[in-house]
């Protein structure tokens, strides 16, 4: 009931596509969603995040879009860049952050 | 990295002997964590504070333990190393829990575990 699930486990995007990442959780209580985003030898930074009484949060080109009855968000990436190439989580908090699995993207120029 | 440091950043060591890693801030947030990343896992929480002297289990404490005797520095011991517990290990901080609690990591420790 602790878990996210994360996928895909890797996503390869165009440069000015979109990239599209999914999370599921389990737990109800949770009632924070945050996305982390990490660069190769560096920590994860906090790209995003949403409460539960919001269905979508838009920041610049990242956009989180939340379903509360299917217990499911996911992260969207308008018009995708280069530089975007990082490792991508979801978390949820439940007293705790429970980290997705990560997804690796890899925008191609 | 918000004000917070790691050391050492790589280490080898072999199996059986105690490892301690080094985590320090300069922010004085009041939490601080331990977290491990490994591929297909993401990162999971070892162990974590919520003041000087006050520490608490997290999903993957067995095999090590905390301390944190200041509010700048959290560290991190593996009593005996196994191989198992080769990974990357990350700090974080934060100065609130619950909704919103932005953590700040730290640029990690790669430590390898032969």
């Known amino acids: 009931q602790q878990q996210v699930k994360q996928s895909p486990q890797s996503l390869i995007v165009q440069k000015g596509g979109i990239s599209i990442i999914n999370c599921a959780y389990e737990?109800?209580?949770?009632?924070?969603f945050p996305w982390y985003q990490q660069f190769p030898g560096k920590g994860p930074a906090l790209l995003i995040a949403i409460r539960p009484d919001v269905s979508e949060k838009k920041e610049g080109r990242f956009t989180i879009s939340f379903n509360k009855s299917a217990k499911q968000f996911s992260l969207h990436i308008m018009d995708s860049q280069p530089g975007d190439s990082a490792t991508y989580f979801c978390a949820a908090m439940g007293g705790k952050l429970i980290f997705g699995q990560g997804t690796e993207l890899s925008v191609k120029p | 990295d918000a004000g917070i440091t790691q050391s050492p950043r790589h280490k080898v060591t072999e199996t059986g002997t105690p490892v301690t890693l080094r985590c320090h801030q300069t922010e004085n947030h009041r939490y601080m964590y331990w977290y491990r990343q490994d591929p297909g896992h993401g990162l999971r929480l070892i162990h974590y504070?919520?003041?000087?002297?006050?520490?608490d289990k997290g999903e993957v404490s067995d095999g090590y333990s905390v301390s944190r005797s200041k509010t700048e520095d959290f560290l991190l011991t593996l009593e005996s190393a196994t191989s198992s517990q080769t990974s990357v290990y990350f700090c974080?901080?934060?100065?609130?829990?619950?909704?919103?609690?932005?953590?700040?990591f730290g640029p990690g420790t790669r430590l390898t575990v032969l």
């Open positions: 504070s919520y003041g000087v002297k006050d520490t």
């Open positions: 974080a901080i934060s100065n609130r829990t619950g909704y919103y609690n932005e953590q700040f």
């Open positions: 737990n109800t209580a949770f009632d924070y």
